[in-house]
Protein backbone atom coordinates (compact mmCIF):
# COMPACT_ATOMS: atom_id res chain seq x y z
CA UNK A 1 0.00 0.00 0.00
CA UNK A 2 1.56 3.33 -0.83
CA UNK A 3 0.64 6.54 0.87
CA UNK A 4 2.52 8.83 -1.82
CA UNK A 5 0.44 11.49 -2.92
CA UNK A 6 1.82 11.41 -6.66
CA UNK A 7 0.47 7.94 -6.46
CA UNK A 8 -3.02 8.86 -4.20
CA UNK A 9 -4.18 11.27 -6.16
CA UNK A 10 -4.40 9.45 -9.54
CA UNK A 11 -7.11 7.49 -7.64
CA UNK A 12 -9.10 10.89 -6.79
CA UNK A 13 -10.46 11.16 -10.58
CA UNK A 14 -12.07 7.88 -10.83
CA UNK A 15 -13.65 7.80 -7.70
CA UNK A 16 -15.39 10.70 -7.94
CA UNK A 17 -16.55 9.74 -11.39
CA UNK A 18 -17.46 6.09 -9.65
CA UNK A 19 -19.70 8.63 -7.25
CA UNK A 20 -21.42 10.66 -9.53
CA UNK A 21 -22.17 7.63 -11.74
CA UNK A 22 -23.73 5.67 -8.37
CA UNK A 23 -25.86 8.59 -7.68
CA UNK A 24 -27.25 8.81 -11.73
CA UNK A 25 -27.70 5.18 -11.26
CA UNK A 26 -30.29 5.68 -8.01
CA UNK A 27 -31.76 8.83 -9.47
CA UNK A 28 -32.01 7.13 -13.40
CA UNK A 29 -34.23 4.09 -11.12
CA UNK A 30 -36.47 6.38 -9.98
CA UNK A 31 -38.23 7.10 -13.31
CA UNK A 32 -37.78 3.64 -14.78
CA UNK A 33 -37.62 -0.22 -13.62
CA UNK A 34 -34.87 -2.14 -12.87
CA UNK A 35 -35.31 -4.40 -15.74
CA UNK A 36 -35.27 -1.73 -18.16
CA UNK A 37 -32.50 0.19 -16.90
CA UNK A 38 -30.43 -3.15 -16.75
CA UNK A 39 -30.79 -4.17 -20.30
CA UNK A 40 -30.65 -0.09 -21.26
CA UNK A 41 -27.51 -0.94 -19.28
CA UNK A 42 -26.47 -3.14 -21.67
CA UNK A 43 -25.91 -0.58 -24.39
CA UNK A 44 -22.58 0.90 -22.59
CA UNK A 45 -20.82 -2.49 -24.31
CA UNK A 46 -22.03 -1.00 -27.88
CA UNK A 47 -21.03 2.51 -27.19
CA UNK A 48 -17.39 1.15 -26.08
CA UNK A 49 -16.96 -1.14 -28.79
CA UNK A 50 -17.60 1.89 -31.52
CA UNK A 51 -15.53 4.15 -29.76
CA UNK A 52 -12.98 1.32 -29.27
CA UNK A 53 -13.20 1.38 -33.16
CA UNK A 54 -13.45 5.12 -33.75
CA UNK A 55 -10.74 6.54 -31.23
CA UNK A 56 -7.84 4.03 -31.38
CA UNK A 57 -8.41 2.80 -34.35
CA UNK A 58 -8.38 -0.86 -33.39
CA UNK A 59 -10.18 -3.68 -35.65
CA UNK A 60 -12.83 -5.79 -34.57
CA UNK A 61 -13.09 -9.15 -35.57
CA UNK A 62 -16.50 -10.22 -37.25
CA UNK A 63 -17.42 -12.15 -34.39
CA UNK A 64 -17.19 -9.05 -31.87
CA UNK A 65 -19.32 -7.20 -34.58
CA UNK A 66 -21.81 -9.82 -34.55
CA UNK A 67 -22.10 -9.90 -31.10
CA UNK A 68 -22.61 -5.70 -30.55
CA UNK A 69 -25.02 -6.06 -33.68
CA UNK A 70 -26.87 -9.09 -31.52
CA UNK A 71 -26.64 -7.07 -28.41
CA UNK A 72 -27.98 -4.13 -29.91
CA UNK A 73 -31.03 -6.47 -31.65
CA UNK A 74 -31.59 -8.27 -28.40
CA UNK A 75 -31.91 -5.07 -26.47
CA UNK A 76 -34.43 -3.46 -28.82
CA UNK A 77 -36.35 -6.55 -29.29
CA UNK A 78 -36.65 -6.19 -25.47
CA UNK A 79 -38.02 -3.09 -25.13
CA UNK A 80 -40.69 -3.44 -28.24
CA UNK A 81 -44.28 -3.98 -25.91
CA UNK A 82 -46.77 -6.59 -27.29
CA UNK A 83 -50.00 -4.48 -27.99
CA UNK A 84 -52.17 -7.00 -28.60
CA UNK A 85 -51.96 -8.28 -25.41
CA UNK A 86 -52.96 -5.07 -24.00
CA UNK A 87 -57.18 -5.25 -26.43
CA UNK A 88 -59.74 -6.92 -25.52
CA UNK A 89 -61.28 -9.08 -28.52
Known amino acids: MTTEWK ?14 HNNVQ ?5 YVDPLTYQIMGNLKIVTTGI ?14 WLAIILLV ?4 TSQVIDYSSHYDY
Open 7 to 20: TVRLFVVPSVIYLV
Open 73 to 76: VGTT
Open 51 to 64: LFRLFLKRKLSILQ
Open 26 to 30: FATLT
